[in-house]
């Protein structure tokens, strides 16, 4: 497995304002994704960022709105931009190790609240 | 569209039931992922399953990888509090690319009541 952070928890941010979440990992990984789960919900896909490449966004999501970056292959940070109190969710990293085939491991998540 | 329908969606029982989550779709997946999630936290991998027809097992847990691998279970026995949480599938398909995607399904809230 690995052990997965992200930086903030939570936040509350107010309408217009952008916020940046980090993504760490404690080993090198080359697939990293972005999710989005409303509270008690099911996961929604954003992007997959891997490392080397521009991230592939998912139907309904744009670079514009939720850029991505992947500086290594241990980091990447998610921005919401303009925000509107539709953003409002819980965001989570995740990870593929390499040689795991399509396992998944997830960071804890990132709760936010826009007002 | 692929879609991965799971049911119930949510789950309220007593210590010591039995239960069980399904996950069905009409696409056919590589493998298929079952997760746990509590409050607060990122979902946990519980297990993969790979093969038409595999059952695996965790302590009181039982998965099931459909024949046609279009579809999964997963059977908890005697409940307990612990158990507690958000059960999702996942389904990944391979992609020309060499990659994967992977669709999850809308999740089972369960409640185990002492």
């Known amino acids: 497995s690995a052990v997965i952070s992200q930086k903030p928890s939570r936040d509350i941010c107010q309408r217009g304002t952008s916020l940046t979440i980090q993504c760490q990992v404690d080993?090198?990984?080359?697939?990293m994704f972005w999710y989005r789960q409303q509270p008690g919900q099911s996961l929604t896909l954003i992007a997959t960022?891997?490392?080397?490449?521009?991230?592939?966004?998912e139907s309904g999501f744009v670079i514009d709105k939720f850029p991505i970056s992947r500086p290594n292959l241990t980091f990447s940070t998610l921005t919401v931009s303009n925000m509107s109190p539709e953003d409002s969710s819980i965001y989570l990293c995740?990870?593929?190790?390499?040689?795991?085939?399509?396992?998944?491991?997830f960071g804890p998540g990132t709760r936010l609240t826009v007002t | 569209t692929q879609l991965l329908e799971q049911s119930p969606q949510f789950l309220s029982i007593q210590e010591g039931e039995n239960l069980t989550v399904y996950c069905n779709s009409s696409s056919v997946f590589s493998s298929l992922q079952w997760y746990r999630q509590e409050p607060g936290e990122g979902p946990v991998l519980l297990v993969t399953v790979v093969t038409g027809g595999e059952v695996k097992k965790l302590k009181r847990l039982t998965f099931q990888f459909g024949d046609a691998r279009k579809d999964s279970s997963l059977h908890i026995t005697a409940a307990q509090p612990g158990d507690t949480g958000l059960y999702l599938c996942a389904g990944a398909t391979l992609l020309n690319t060499g990659g994967f995607k992977t669709i999850f399904g809308a999740g089972t809230r369960l409640f185990v009541k002492a």
């Open positions: 080993s090198q990984v080359t697939m």
């Open positions: 995740s990870v593929v190790l390499p040689g795991q085939g399509d396992e998944q491991y």
């Open positions: 960022a891997n490392q080397g490449s521009e991230a592939t966004y």
